[in-house]
């Protein structure tokens, strides 16, 4: 009897103990968990890490660690975690430190010859410019035949549904590794696009069969809709029962759709269905599908070949790093092991791999939701450990990266929603101040909006463009220049300010990202407008969302007075330019529109060129120690060289804050060269090729994953290309639809 009571004492004693863990010893032991994850992940190349499911072992991993009640208890934690995948790897207290056994690593004889260390080429997650590997080791790559990816498609006339909501909606599985699987809708115009949605913000990821929808609007003048589904990198999709639904009445009513469970095949393709093809598989199975005999299934078309290195430095056997983790712990993690063809040395206890294998496995829930906090813990470990050990502008931006993570961790425990969590996400990334920051999942249904658009010019919010008001209630009378006060009862400042709070770039590409979400909203709700009209008049206008399209410009190339030129580099293509070429060759001046993003047309500059470049400004980092440190770079550029007939005419280029990443490289040249008079404002200051990678609960992040500066070797992440001469536009100058940046350029022509 003494015995029990002895036990459950030491029962409550243990269940007190956790309970009284405060939440800043949760965020601190997971903070410490979560640098161990980063340095085990990406730098530590034993064979059995190579095979772990990251998100699952951090699920499971952050209830294991939460509640260690000291250094001790989570040191005990942390080597039970991760010894069964990395055995080399030593977790101890500060005190008790030690020097690396060299010995413990060093296997005898010849039976493991081959040298394995992780280099990184940039952050590598699949297909594209960045690559990661493991040296000497069998690497997946895709086909180079490939395409961007494997699609099945169908299409039909879309005059029956003209000004009516369509629902599309498809059975769809997956599994991904370094790809997306999505499903698509697009309404066609005769010249241009309307409606679109291809899932960009929600890929599809579960192994399970669910269904997936989107509901979009056809416009008035639509002639076609097309959808479907695919998958781009690596991994597979099953897609089946394909619905077409128009909203009649309130009501939805079915559209026929032909062959739209796959049953009728040929040759093992879906018969009236368009398929894909180079570097990825279709084929029609018929077990485990939720609908009808067949469904069809999309692989990527992988090869495996031993990849000996990506570039000449890498860490040699006997590196180690040695990191401070917090909570007096240190982590010794050798950077290179030795292998064969199928292990590393040393090789993990089997029965300590195994029974974590079976935890973890216990521990899953059945889908990664943002409800679940511990999945926003997992996705917050995750983000912070890539940009720590990949992003190229912390030193540029003095992002403080380090404090983020407690920080982010600490909200995470916190936010409820899925609105929650990503404006979570948007914070932390906030502070890398990089423009190509872009945070897709979460609500996507809160981003219908109205046909307004808005600028920010002299400290105030204006009203830029009313392309209709359809259905309003109050004052009709808005117009541009009137100034905004209020948006859905709240101060508009206060509005633009929050979403710039969480907008990741330069000053002026805040301002540009945060004006389109200013009326953002679910669909068909309501938007409340507060406005001052041109005589300061305050007044008050209601309007509902839903999914429009403000009106975009289509000029190209056109003559103006006295043989000066307007070319809109943004919509006009470079076999139209150099169809005007000997009308050009003669013009007395040239205005040149980059407000925002090329049409493919970089040659243009050749034109402009009189001597052959060779600058380097983009710089890919070569990674192999954790933390950013002793980084080298492969440097590159465009190349580009003189061609004729080269254009005498006085060259003005027009450009602001819009104008980002493939922008800024040309007008880079611009710049360097002398090449134009550069009017307008300064640029987004965000350039180079961008990475992703996805996080659990159906969100991904894209980012800069190079290193590129402006071509004189000055910073340009953040700060942008400046103009020779500044514009500043005026209220009144929005109120009149003058375009103060032409009115400039014309001026200096004269």
């Known amino acids: 009897m003494k015995f029990i009571s002895l036990f459950v004492v030491a029962l409550f004693i243990s269940y007190h103990t956790n309970a009284q863990v405060s939440k800043e010893q949760k965020v601190a032991n997971l903070s410490t968990f979560s640098k161990v994850y980063g340095y085990v992940r990406y730098f530590h190349p034993s064979e059995e890490a190579s095979k772990v499911n990251w998100e699952q072992f951090l699920y499971y991993g952050v209830k294991e660690v939460e509640n260690a009640e000291n250094s001790t208890a989570l040191k005990e934690k942390l080597n039970s975690l991760f010894n069964p995948i990395a055995p080399s790897v030593r977790i101890s207290g500060l005190k008790e430190a030690t020097a690396f056994d060299l010995k413990s690593i060093t296997p005898a004889g010849s039976a493991y010859p081959k040298q394995v260390t992780w280099q990184h080429y940039g952050h590598g997650v699949g297909p594209g410019l960045y690559k990661s590997i493991r040296t000497n080791r069998n690497v997946a790559t895709m086909d180079m035949n490939t395409q961007g990816f494997g699609n099945v498609t169908s299409s039909m006339d879309a005059t029956p549904f003209k000004g009516k909501w369509i629902r599309l909606s ?302 309003a209630k109050g004052d009709l009378g808005l117009k541009p220049g009137d100034i905004i006060t209020k948006i859905d009862g709240k101060p508009a400042m206060e509005r633009f300010e929050a979403v710039r709070s969480t907008t990741s770039g330069s000053a002026q590409w805040k301002d540009v990202r945060a004006l389109p979400q200013l009326f953002n909203g679910a669909k068909g709700s309501e938007l409340s407008l507060s406005y001052l009209s041109a005589n300061g008049e305050e007044k008050q206008l209601r309007l509902q969302r839903g999914s429009v399209r403000s009106k975009i410009d289509t000029t190209t190339i056109k003559k103006m007075d006295n043989g000066v030129y307007y070319l809109n580099i943004g919509t006009t293509e470079m076999k139209a330019i150099k169809a005007r070429l000997p009308e050009l060759e003669s013009a007395k001046a040239i205005i040149c529109d980059l407000r925002g993003y090329p049409r493919n047309n970089n040659e243009f500059i050749n034109y402009l060129l009189t001597v052959k470049d060779d600058n380097k400004w983009m710089f890919v980092p070569q990674i192999t120690r954790p933390d950013y440190e002793g980084v080298t770079y492969e440097s590159m550029g465009w190349s580009m060289e003189p061609s004729k007939p080269h254009l005498n005419a006085k060259i003005i280029f027009l450009t602001a804050g819009g104008a980002v990443s493939y922008a800024e490289s040309y007008m880079g040249f611009i710049k360097q060269y002398k090449l134009a008079t550069i009017v307008g404002q300064p640029t987004a200051g965000a350039n180079g090729n961008v990475t992703s990678f996805p996080l659990p609960g159906g969100y991904t992040i894209r980012f800069t994953g190079m290193n590129v500066k402006q071509q004189d070797g000055s910073q340009l992440q953040g700060i942008g290309i400046q103009p020779d001469v500044l514009v500043k536009e005026t209220i009144k100058g929005v109120a009149e639809g003058r375009d103060e940046f032409m009115e400039k350029a014309l001026e200096l022509i004269k």
């Open 170 to 471: 498809s059975n769809i599985k997956a599994e991904v590794s370094s790809g997306q699987a999505q499903m698509w809708l697009r309404v066609d115009k005769s010249d241009k696009m309307g409606f679109f949605d291809n899932m960009d913000a929600r890929p599809i990821k579960s192994d399970k069969w669910k269904v997936y929808e989107t509901i979009g609007l056809v416009d008035e003048d639509a002639k076609g809709i097309v959808f479907g589904a695919f998958l781009s990198g690596m991994g597979k999709m099953w897609v089946d029962n394909f619905k077409l639904e128009v909203e009649e009445n309130g009501k939805w009513t079915n559209v026929p759709i032909k062959n739209a469970s796959f049953e009728l095949v040929d040759n093992d393709k879906p018969n009236d269905w368009r398929i894909g093809s180079g570097g990825y598989n279709y084929r029609m199975v018929n077990q485990d599908i939720p609908d009808g005999k067949t469904a069809l299934l999309i692989t990527d078309n992988t090869v495996y070949k031993v990849e000996k290195q990506l570039f000449d430095v890498k860490a040699t056997f006997g590196a180690t790093v040695t990191k401070s983790v917090g909570n007096d712990l240190t982590v010794i993690a050798p950077l290179v092991l030795m292998g064969d063809e199928q292990s590393t040395f040393p090789i993990a206890n089997p029965l300590k791999l195994k029974i974590l294998n079976e935890k973890i496995a216990k521990a899953q829930p059945e889908t990664f939701s943002d409800q679940d906090r511990y999945v926003r813990l997992t996705g917050v470990m995750i983000a912070w450990n890539i940009f720590q050990h990949f992003y190229p502008y912390h030193q540029e931006v003095k992002s403080d990266w380090p404090a983020q993570l407690p920080k982010a961790l600490s909200a995470a425990y916190e936010v409820k929603t899925s609105d929650q969590y990503l404006e979570l996400l948007g914070i932390m990334t906030e502070k890398l101040k990089d423009g190509h920051v872009y945070i897709s999942g979460g609500n996507y249904l809160n981003s219908y909006n109205v046909p307004l658009s808005a600028k920010y010019v002299e400290g105030k919010l204006v009203i830029a463009q009313v392309d209709s008001l359809p259905g």
